[in-house]
Nanobody, 126 residues
Framework: QVQLVDSGGGLVQPGGSLRLSCAASGFVLDYYSIAWFRQAPGKEREAVSCLSVSDGRTYYADSMKGRFTISRDNAKTTVYLQMNSLKPEDTAVYYC???????????????????WGQGTQVTVSS
């Protein structure tokens, strides 16, 4: 079965860190763009970061630059999002998603990503 399973969310204090994982099942990520999106209550889903597996191109939203890092494992089945210096405004449900091809990380748009994980809650609070 082709699916994405995202995990790693939780409750963390401001300034803390979390690492999210997105595991692909039933396929490998060689020729895909993998993005993380997030959605806070009452807000639209927004792109956080993206990785083009074939050429290593990355994208980060401005407010995540320098704090978040996207990476993959050598088997190209799992993508990670390392989140450091977390802020209360980072609280949201985080979703990973894929799109076939290498060009989707230039400006990730949720409409272009067709396979989604179930989401993992990240709460940043003292």
């Amino acid at each position: 079965q082709v699916q994405l399973v995202d995990s790693g969310g939780g409750l963390v204090q401001p300034g803390g860190s979390l690492r999210l994982s997105c595991a692909a099942s039933g396929f490998v990520l060689d020729y895909y763009s993998i993005a993380w999106f997030r959605q806070a209550p009452g807000k639209e889903r927004e792109a956080v970061s993206c990785l083009s597996v074939s050429d290593g191109r990355t994208y980060y939203a401005d407010s995540m630059k320098g704090r978040f890092t996207i990476s993959r494992d050598n088997a190209k089945t799992t993508v990670y999002l390392q989140m450091n210096s977390l802020k209360p405004e980072d609280t949201a449900v985080y979703y990973c998603a894929t799109a076939y091809g290498s060009s989707w990380c230039i400006a990730p748009n949720r409409a272009d990503f067709h396979l989604w994980g179930q989401g993992t809650q990240v709460t940043v609070s003292s």
